[in-house]
């Protein structure tokens, strides 16, 4: 059975950081994309940023381009996105996902067939 388990979320401060972690079990994931999504209030999910397991390539959304990195741990099965620089138009619930995705389909939420529960992240002015 696939998880994922997002952790990391909290209150920061408008220009302060934080790094949510994904662990990811129940298969083996060096075919897939992890991605990273997010849902304000009253907002529609978006797409964040991904990573490919096997070679390492992430894309971002230009919102948070310059400021958000995502990595990836194979010895723990673990996928990071550190966010610096944080406003506070990043509040949001963000949530984990996976999928064989092909790179035009990346930022899209159907190509996606695992997700994380998500965890709160909420910045303060």
């Known amino acids: 059975q696939v998880q994922l388990v997002e952790s990391g979320g909290g209150l920061v401060q408008a220009g302060g950081s934080l790094r949510l972690s994904c662990a990811a079990s129940g298969r083996t994931f060096s075919s897939y994309t992890m991605g990273w999504f997010r849902q304000a209030p009253g907002k529609e999910r978006e797409f964040v940023g991904a990573?490919?397991?096997?070679?390492?390539?992430?894309y971002y959304a230009e919102s948070v381009k310059g400021r958000f990195t995502i990595s990836r741990d194979y010895a723990e099965n673990t996928v990071y996105l550190q966010m610096n620089s944080l406003k506070p138009k990043d509040t949001a619930v963000y949530y984990c996902a996976a999928g064989v995705i092909p790179v035009f389909g990346i930022a899209t939420m159907s190509q996606y067939d695992y997700w994380g529960q998500g965890t709160q992240v909420t910045v303060s002015s």
């Open positions: 990573i490919r397991w096997t070679g390492g390539s992430s």
